[in-house]
């Protein structure tokens, strides 16, 4: 039914991404999504492929502005090689703020920047691959110059694939014109955004680049409540509701409020972060809310519950490990029922 990537805490430092990983394969995930945020996100995907044999391992997303695309270039090449073809590039934009100030790298409108920043990896990865000479030359990237040197070997793995990260209509259609598929947000993974918004967006893009709309992937990542008992169930949708109200109080997520009638719970909850209000803000997420942007259901059910939401949209998932690893068993049958092996 799906592939099933795990994911992991951005804070899980670096010296537990190895035990983290072989525990991922060992519960019978496909593959292991990686954070590029508290840590170097290709750091941990190399810690994570070296520890597995079989595990796919994808960074989302990698920052790429304030990284060359050569510098990533590289990285990406060692990892799939290293892997024996089991490392899947995910990039991302970030926002203005966290660019400028945070990575101290000029801002520039960021679509016409990642379109560029995709096409110099492809003609890059084609130098090294195929011989082709390196001449890409764009406004905002400029590749001319390769000695044999500096060019690594060509791979006996599959080509490095590169997925995007995004959430406006722009991003979402490049992620299909020139990437291999999009990653979905939390807060662009609901069923009828996905439906009427994202696949739409993604047919766009995928039209422009002359294939067809279906050769882009699609990675759902939504958010999940779930557990072994219905009282876990309880206890993870506080949890979630908690998260809901963080990510809604940021206006770059509210398109999918809009189409669900709920732009106003977002302006609520910027207000609310500008006055100190975060202890106030869970409440905004009703039910009604939590039902439609995650999926609630013990480990028993999920796998029916997620063909509900996505068959015929997906058959690729993220899927979360659980905490405590006493449940690893159970979660273990879930993955499998979500892979389409065995009863459920």
């Known amino acids: 039914m799906f592939r099933v990537h795990a994911t992991m805490d951005q804070r899980m430092p670096l010296s537990q991404v190895a035990d983290h990983a072989r525990r991922a394969e060992a519960l019978g ?19 994570a492929l070296r520890a597995t044999t079989r595990l796919r391992v994808a960074t989302s997303v990698l920052v790429a502005f304030p990284r060359s695309p050569m510098i990533v270039a590289h990285a990406a090449w060692d990892l799939q090689e290293l892997s024996g073809g089991r490392f899947q590039l995910g990039l991302g934009s970030q926002v203005r703020g966290n660019i400028v100030g945070r990575y101290s790298t000029p801002w520039s409108a960021p679509v016409p920047r990642m379109r560029e920043y995709v096409q110099s990896l492809r003609a890059i990865f084609a130098c090294w691959q195929e011989g082709a000479p390196l001449s890409f030359e764009g406004e905002h990237y400029q590749f001319t110059r390769m000695q044999p040197f500096f060019k690594p070997d060509p791979l006996t793995e599959p080509g490095v694939p590169i997925y995007l990260g995004g959430i406006g209509p722009a991003m979402t259609a490049l992620a299909a014109e020139v990437g291999d598929g999009l990653m979905t947000h939390p807060t662009n993974s609901a069923p009828r955004y996905l ?14 680049a002359g294939r067809a709309p279906e050769s882009a992937d699609l990675m759902i990542g939504p958010l999940w409540a779930t557990g072994p008992s219905d009282a876990d169930v309880t206890r993870e949708r506080e949890g979630v509701r908690q998260l809901l109200a963080f990510l809604y109080s940021t206006p770059a997520y509210w398109p999918s409020l809009e189409l669900f009638g709920w732009k106003e719970r977002g302006e609520q909850l910027l207000a609310l972060t500008r006055k100190g209000g975060w202890k106030e803000m869970p409440a905004l997420i009703d039910d009604a809310m939590l039902d439609t942007f995650a999926l609630c259901a013990p480990y028993d059910a999920v796998a029916d519950l997620a063909q509900e939401w996505y068959g015929g949209l997906s058959t690729w998932i993220t899927f979360p490990m659980p905490g405590d690893p006493a449940q690893d068993g159970q979660a273990a049958k879930a993955v499998a029922r979500l892979r389409g092996e065995g009863p459920g």
């Open 29 to 47: 995930y496909d593959g292991l999504n990686v954070p590029d945020s508290v840590h170097d996100g290709l750091l941990v995907a190399g810690a």
């Open 195 to 208: 439906r009427e918004v994202v696949l739409p967006r993604l047919a766009t893009g995928a039209g422009r």
